[in-house]
């Protein structure tokens, strides 16, 4: 009797393979995405068709979730190339931020990465 | 940190990523992995703004998966733009094949019946179909 596979070859290997479909979790992904996208009304309140887009299909979030992994393993990777610099073993918040400011793709990042970075009595600016 | 956790995607899951891209011998401070976490959180609202945006000059009220692919586009992240359009096809495909399956569900209950006065090899072949349809169901899922 042939064993039914848990998921389509879309999904198999590496991290979505072990954690369902999606590695991240889409009612978090929904969630973030209707605040920001509140942000960009023109029109405040719920009435009036003047405002932005306020609704988000079903797939756009699934669209997110893979993205986001990408994302994050590409911004680690970087990060441990910094850290390797810095001959240490351990990926530390200055090597995210090291990452953020030598990639011009993530310029929209550096805000994020040097918020309360003096709590670490670092160099970065 | 506390305070906005809701508004964050999940860390155990962004380390649990983290750690899959790493080499064994790495590690992660809890303060790289809070970082990256608000990192990927700040990503999807960069290109949701960008993506809702163009929703509204063209005056439509939902944002798709399209407008997320071109959003990446326009803000310069190219080779996700291309990454999730390749993803956002295979995606679409397993709903139809999902849709189709549920369609022919009945026909495999029909299939099932006469499998179960004799022929063999016809109930082999509906236990896989319900196999592909479990399969093909659960990629439905992300709609609810």
């Known amino acids: ?4 596979r848990p998921y389509s070859a879309m ?15 889409l009612a978090r992904i929904k969630k973030i995405m209707k605040r920001s996208a509140g942000d960009s009304s023109v029109v405040d309140g719920g009435g009036g068709g003047g405002g932005g887009a306020r609704m988000i299909s079903g797939e756009a979030p699934v669209v997110f979730s893979k993205a986001c992994e990408l994302f994050i393993a590409e911004l680690t990777r970087r990060a441990w190339a910094a850290t390797l610099e810095g001959k240490r073993r351990t990926v530390h918040k200055e090597d995210v931020a090291a990452a953020v400011q030598n990639t011009d793709l993530f310029d929209f990042l550096v805000d994020v990465v040097t918020a309360d970075l003096g709590d670490d009595h670092t160099d970065y600016k | 940190m506390t305070n906005g956790q809701d508004n964050l995607l999940p860390i155990a899951n962004v380390g649990r990523i983290m750690k899959d891209g790493l080499p064994p011998q790495a590690k992660i401070s809890k303060r790289a992995k809070e970082t990256i976490q608000e990192c990927a959180t700040e990503f999807i609202s960069f290109v949701t703004g960008e993506a809702s945006e163009r929703c509204r000059r063209e005056r ?78 659960n990629q439905g899922r992300p709609n609810n």
């Open chain 2, 60 to 137: 439509r009220k939902t944002v798709n998966g399209d407008d997320v692919c071109h959003a990446m586009r326009s803000l310069g992240l190219d080779h996700y733009a291309d990454a999730m359009h390749r993803y956002l096809q295979r995606y679409r495909e397993g709903e139809e094949l999902a849709a189709s399956l549920n369609s022919s569900s009945s026909a495999a209950a029909a299939a099932a019946a006469a499998g179960s006065r004799g022929g063999g090899a016809i109930q082999i072949d509906v236990r896989a179909e319900l196999s592909i349809f479990r399969s093909g169901n």
């Open chain 1, 1 to 4: 009797m042939r064993q039914a």
């Open chain 1, 11 to 25: 999904f198999a290997g590496g991290v979505s393979a072990r954690t369902g479909p999606h590695a991240l979790p």
